[in-house]
T-cell receptor
Framework: DTAVSQTPKYLVTQMGNDKSIKCEQNLGHDTMYWYKQDSKKFLKIMFSYNNKELIINETVPNRFSPKSPDKAHLNLHINSLELGDSAVYFC????????????????FGDGTRLSIL | GDSVTQMEGPVTLSEEAFLTINCTYT??????LFWYVQYPGEGLQLLLKATKADDKGSNKGFEATYRKETTSFHLEKGSVQVSDSAVYFCALLYTGGFKTIFGAGTRLFVKA
């Protein structure tokens, strides 16, 4: 009964290819996120969706395109992969609305390690 | 803008040593503060949180107190174990906000 699950766990591919990462959460949360973590463990927010609406879109190349078919899913498609895209990508979810002043933490998946050859 | 600053790692300790990882923040309002832990090969998970000034969060022997006067949320543990080896992230979040601001992370190594 994994709370936030991402697939695949590992992705090894060549420069120029297009790939997708899928994320699903079964916590009933209304908000989902994509983060990129570099080799020094620095965590950078990329996108966030609340009830399927895009609400955070940080400075990310437009080769990266998120898609949220429903509240429980947030996928990430990457076109024309580059060497600099090598990183670990984390999906996360949280409940934002209806929690009053009780700020709820984010729940993370185990990450997708993307390696570009 | 809002930010979180953590002490640089890595921090290397012997088992049963006392741990402090410093965290200070800059915020225009009154956010909630969190510590997350990331074990090797896993995602971040919540370790503890505090929602207002003078609150103390605690979990698994770790503690942190929300100090508004010093804008700090330092993580402490009285006696670390090898299994505490991980990366620790300090973070802040505003009520109703969508964006959690994370620190850069501090790697902890505990030797037997």
């Amino acid at each position: 009964d994994t709370a936030v699950s991402q697939t695949p766990k590992y992705l090894v591919t060549q420069m120029g290819n297009d790939k997708s990462i899928k994320c699903e959460q079964n916590l009933g949360h209304d908000t989902m996120y994509w983060y990129k973590q570099d080799s020094k463990k620095f965590l950078k927010i990329m996108f966030s969706y609340n009830n399927k609406e895009l609400i955070i879109n940080e400075t990310v190349p437009n080769r990266f395109s998120p898609k949220s078919p429903d509240k429980a899913h947030l996928n990430l498609h990457i076109n024309s992969l580059e060497l600099g895209d090598s990183a670990v990508y984390f999906c996360a979810s949280s409940q934002v609305s209806g929690t009053g002043n009780s700020n709820q933490p984010q729940h993370f998946g185990d990450g997708t390690r993307l390696s570009i050859l | 803008g809002d930010s979180v600053t953590q002490m640089e790692g890595p921090v290397t300790l012997s088992e049963e040593a006392f741990l402090t990882i410093n965290c200070t923040y800059t915020a225009t309002g009154y956010p909630s503060l969190f510590w997350y832990v990331q074990y090797p090969g896993e995602g971040l998970q919540l370790l503890l949180k505090a929602t207002k000034a003078d609150d103390k969060g605690s979990n698994k022997g770790f503690e942190a107190t929300y100090r508004k006067e010093t804008t700090s949320f330092h993580l402490e543990k009285g006696s670390v174990q090898v299994s505490d080896s991980a990366v620790y992230f300090c973070a802040l979040l505003y009520t109703g906000g969508f964006k959690t601001i994370f620190g850069a992370g501090t790697r902890l190594f505990v030797k037997a």
